[in-house]
């Protein structure tokens, strides 16, 4: 069975910092690729950031050079670690994972979702 369950949202003043943490329990399932995507009031979700199993990551534009993205397979933990945040950061940052199944075959989990809310 697989789970994702995110952790360290919260409020936080403008200029600061967060970092987030996605536990991907995921058995025996391979992970393939793992991300984070944000949902603002009134906006439809979209991503943020992506690492693959290789290490190499991705970027949106609007988060470029103040987010990191990470893993930790030893702990089968993604962190998105968030610097200058702005209010226009504030959302619902959802993890997002691709894992393979014994079988070869790949789905995609999420998790439930933590509130970020930067205050001005």
């Known amino acids: 069975q697989v789970q994702l369950g995110e952790s360290g949202g919260g409020l936080v003043q403008a200029g600061g910092s967060r970092r987030l943490s996605c536990l991907v329990s995921r058995s025996t399932f391979r992970s393939n690729l793992s991300g984070w995507y944000r949902q603002a009031p009134g906006k439809q979700r979209e991503l943020g950031a992506v690492?693959?199993?290789?290490?190499?990551?991705n970027y949106a534009d609007s988060v470029k050079g103040r987010f990191t993205i990470s893993g930790d397979n030893a702990k089968n933990t993604v962190y998105l670690q968030m610097n200058s945040l702005t209010p226009e950061d504030t959302a619902v940052y959802y993890c997002?994972?691709?894992?393979?199944?014994?079988?070869?075959?790949?789905?995609?989990?999420w998790g439930q979702g933590t509130q970020v809310t930067v205050s001005s």
């Open positions: 690492i693959r199993s290789g290490g190499s990551s």
């Open positions: 997002n994972a691709a894992l393979v199944s014994p079988q070869g075959f790949t789905s995609t989990y």
